[in-house]
């Protein structure tokens, strides 16, 4: 199991991949991202967080778009 500091690391590293390159048209937006890179992104936090757990399984990252918030579930 990883521990706090790698799982901020890969949270930093998935977020710089598949978020960052959403800012300028998403902004405020949700965006839960899978450890292998799948993505799945709406406009509330419950929206994407529930199609996240059916669609991608545990274990994915939740980041809003141009924010530095992020949270992890399994």
């Known amino acids: ?3 706090d500091g790698e799982r901020k690391l890969q949270a ?3 977020y710089e991949r598949y978020g960052k390159p959403l800012e300028r048209e998403h902004s405020g937006q949700y965006l839960a991202v899978s450890p ?3 993505t799945l992104l709406g406009s ?3 929206e994407v967080a529930n199609k996240a757990a ?3 399984g545990p274990g ?3 980041f809003k778009i141009g ?3 992020v ?4």
């Open 36 to 38: 292998e890179g799948k």
């Open 60 to 62: 994915n990252y939740v």
């Open 44 to 46: 509330s936090l419950l």
């Open 54 to 56: 059916t669609a991608l």
């Open 1 to 3: 199991m990883a521990d």
């Open 67 to 69: 924010e530095r918030a």
């Open 71 to 74: 949270g992890k579930w399994r």
């Open 12 to 14: 930093e590293r998935l």
